[in-house]
């Protein structure tokens, strides 16, 4: 039971363009939000965090948002960079903290 | 400050062998989680240990078992190796029981199975 989704698999965009990546979640007792950036045969690279108590962080060109009523949340990237090309993974944690939850990624391409 | 490291980074077993993953946590860091993850799926919670005691499970049986040892480095443990279980096994490790905080993650295992 996928309690985190990303329903994007792959999204390409131009090099100084704004990527978007979008991530849904089920679980209302999610309130802590994480986005992770993947390179091949590396593990995941903590990029970002929020709380449920916040509607938005920003950290330099990296945004999140989110959208509690909509349980939507998203990852905006201004301006995407060719180096910003990986799989981003959305991840989700309850109250108790101590597992992460995470979607299947979306496949990001920054193209020069 | 180091990272969190993994060994090995590869690893082919037998269907019903027994397989120790190894995974030294971030300086600082004193949770240890670890995941597995299948091609093309996001990462799966296995379990969690904090101050060497499990402090949390997913949905996986018995014969995943862990443990966290004095200077907070951690093994996973399986037993009775089955096909399904090849995947990557990433471990990440946190501060202060793991909640609320982000989790640094290792390179992983790449463990086959056949």
């Known amino acids: 039971d996928q309690q985190v989704k990303q329903n994007s698999p792959s999204l390409s965009v131009q090099e100084g363009r704004i990527s978007i990546l979008n991530c849904d979640y089920t679980?209302?007792?999610?309130?802590?939000f994480l986005w992770y950036k993947k390179y091949p045969a590396e593990g995941p690279t903590f990029l970002i965090s929020?709380?449920?108590?916040?509607d938005k962080n920003e950290d330099g060109r990296f945004t999140v948002f989110l959208n509690k009523s909509a349980k939507h949340l998203s990852l905006h990237i201004v301006p995407s960079q060719p180096g910003d090309s990986a799989v981003y993974f959305c991840?989700?944690?309850?109250?108790?903290?101590?597992?992460?939850?995470f979607g299947k990624g979306t496949s990001l391409l920054v193209t020069p | 400050e180091t990272g969190v490291t993994q060994s090995p980074t590869h690893l082919i077993k037998t269907r019903g062998q027994q397989v120790t993953l190894r995974c030294s946590s971030q300086s600082g860091h004193n949770t240890v989680s670890w995941y597995q993850q299948a091609l093309g799926q996001g990462p799966q919670f296995i379990f969690q240990?904090?101050?060497?005691?499990?402090?949390g499970r997913g949905n996986f049986p018995p014969r995943f078992s862990g443990l966290q040892f004095p200077n907070y480095s951690s093994e996973l443990n399986v037993n009775a190796l089955e096909l399904d279980d090849s995947a990557l096994y990433l471990c990440?490790?946190?501060?202060?029981?793991?909640?609320?905080?982000?989790?640094?993650f290792g390179q992983g295992t790449r463990l086959t199975v056949v």
């Open positions: 929020i709380s449920s108590i916040k």
């Open positions: 991840a989700a944690s309850e109250d108790s903290g101590y597992a992460l939850n």
């Open positions: 990440a490790s946190s501060s202060q029981g793991g909640k609320n905080t982000e989790a640094f």
């Open positions: 240990y904090y101050r060497e005691e499990e402090n």
């Open positions: 679980n209302s007792m999610f309130d802590y």
